[in-house]
């Protein structure tokens, strides 16, 4: 999904209750994914651990 994102055939993404970073292999593409998404939403708590890409 994240790989996805990042070549833009995923535009938005609710992230609930994990921390992708830290939980799925491959974290630079888990770090360009949100990064290339139009729209992402996390929770508040979230938002460090995803580079501030909301």
Known sequence: MFRRMADGEIKAC???CANPVASVAGRRTVIEGPEAAAYVKQPASAKRH???VC
Do not use: G
Request: charged share 35%; no cysteine; glycine share 0%.
């Open 14 to 16: 609710w992230i609930i």
């Open 50 to 52: 995803v580079r501030d």
